[in-house]
């Protein structure tokens, strides 16, 4: 019954593969959100989506791509990964103009 | 770039010490959310603050949004080892972004 589950808890690999993390939230909530948390634990929003469109689109490479095929869904896709993407990436969700997010237990991403 | 501010970065206390964290910005908040993240876990809502002025109690937490709501401070009274985590203010901003804060890690030792 986790509110907002993600997978894989954790990633290794090579740099230049291509990987995607998926995200999924039973709470019924119309936006959904991807944030980086980086080794200082500082956490930057990457994208948001309101049922299922792009809402924020924050300057991210183009190698990162969301894809949101139902307001409950959320994925990120990471083409040509580099040893930079290693980081820790969280989903969230909310309901619009509510105040409080839920988060996800996050991936850690390691690329070697 | 829009910034939140959070002083002191690092806090070890013994239990049963009282301590403020502070949150500051440049920016206007429609909201002031807090959060606290244990390791491996995401954050965890603990508080919204939505009106300038606001104060918030939660059990031994009080919060607290500054009257132009371009700030917010967090204090603790009588911490418990329990209370140890790192503590996240957030600013709703508009277009439904939210930005953290630098994180502040909070150590209570018995």
């Known amino acids: 019954d986790t509110a907002v589950s993600q997978t894989p808890k954790y990633l290794v690999t090579q740099m230049g593969n291509d990987k995607s993390i998926k995200c999924e939230q039973n709470?019924?909530?119309?936006?959904m959100y991807w944030y980086k948390q980086d080794s200082k634990k500082f956490l930057k929003i990457m994208f948001s989506?309101?049922?299922?469109?792009?809402?924020i689109n924050e300057t991210v490479p183009n190698r990162f791509s969301p894809k949101s095929p139902d307001k409950a869904h959320l994925n990120l896709h990471i083409n040509s990964l580099e040893l930079g993407d290693s980081a820790v990436y969280f989903c969230a969700s909310s309901q619009v103009r509510s105040y409080g997010y839920t988060f996800g237990s996050g991936t850690r991403l390691t690329v070697v | 770039t829009q910034l939140l501010e959070q002083s002191p970065q690092f806090l070890s206390i013994q239990e049963g010490e009282n301590l403020t964290v502070y949150c500051n910005s440049s920016s206007v908040f429609s909201s002031l959310q807090w959060y606290r993240q244990e390791p491996g876990e995401g954050p965890v809502l603990l508080v919204t603050v939505v009106t300038g002025g606001e104060v918030k109690k939660l059990k031994r937490l009080t919060f607290q949004f500054g009257d132009a709501r371009k700030d917010s401070s967090l204090h603790i009274t009588a911490a418990q080892p329990g209370d140890t985590g790192l503590y996240l203010c957030a600013g709703q901003l508009p277009a439904d972004k939210l930005i953290f804060g630098t994180g502040t890690r909070l150590q209570v030792f018995p």
């Open positions: 989506y309101n049922n299922k469109e792009l809402i």
């Open positions: 709470l019924g909530h119309d936006t």
